[in-house]
T-cell receptor
């Protein structure tokens, strides 16, 4: 299955700033997915990133707050913009591997102070 | 829209007890179903998946799940749990649209504690 490298693994950021999270996959994939896991909660899909087109956002998530780039078939970034303490979460990227299920990165633990 | 309901939010069992975690989903079309586990401090790992075929699927670490289409259920089972099974368990569902894989919809999770 695909191997995902995600960084940073954790960060502590000041409110009002932005953080860009990187996700690198060891194979070419069509779709990459970004999730948020708030403290003590389940995972919620933020958006789907398809190479060569704009990301598709789920209800409750907007491009201005969570801009996504997908420059090629192995890489994507998620930016958390103008952060507030409510954005403190674990952010994960995921890929679907040839119909064999979904693989997840190790996540980025973000704390906004 | 899809939704996933996990009935048990916290479960406490003794070692060697049998386990069944309930999962029901809401979606009118063809779905793919998954169970993921998250051990303390670790990232998500796939336990098992159902795409098609035999509705009884076996996964890693002795886990199995049964897809019952008429009940929209995909319950996770293990005949004898171990202390190392203490973790968070997530049921998830997705569908495949014409454009490829869709993202996963997760249940709220079940926190399983196994007492020695």
């Amino acid at each position: 299955s695909a191997v995902i490298s995600q960084k940073p693994s954790r960060d502590i950021c000041q409110r009002g700033t932005s953080l860009t999270i990187q996700c690198q996959v060891d194979s070419q994939v069509t779709m990459m997915f970004w999730y948020r896991q708030q403290p003590g909660q389940s995972l919620t899909l933020i958006a789907t990133a398809n190479q060569g087109s704009e990301a598709t956002y789920e209800s409750g998530f907007v491009i201005d707050k969570f801009p996504i780039s997908r420059p090629n078939l192995t890489f994507s970034t998620l930016t958390v913009s103008n952060m507030s303490p409510e954005d403190s979460s674990i952010y994960l990227c995921s890929v679907e591997a040839d119909g064999d299920g979904y693989t997840f990165g190790s996540g980025t633990r973000l704390t906004v102070v | 829209a899809q939704s996933v309901s996990q009935h048990n939010h916290h479960v406490i069992l003794s070692e060697a007890a049998s386990l069944e975690l309930g999962c029901n989903y809401s979606y009118g079309g063809t779905v793919n179903l998954f169970w993921y586990v998250q051990y303390p401090g670790q990232h998500l790992q796939l336990l098992l998946k159902y795409f098609s075929g035999d509705p009884l699927v076996k996964g890693i670490k002795g886990f199995e799940a049964e897809f019952i289409k008429s009940k929209f259920s995909f319950n996770l089972r293990k005949p004898s749990v171990q202390w190392s099974d203490t973790a968070e368990y997530f049921c998830a569902v997705t569908s495949y649209s014409g454009g490829g894989a869709d993202g996963l919809t997760f249940g709220k999770g079940t926190h399983l504690i196994i007492q020695p």
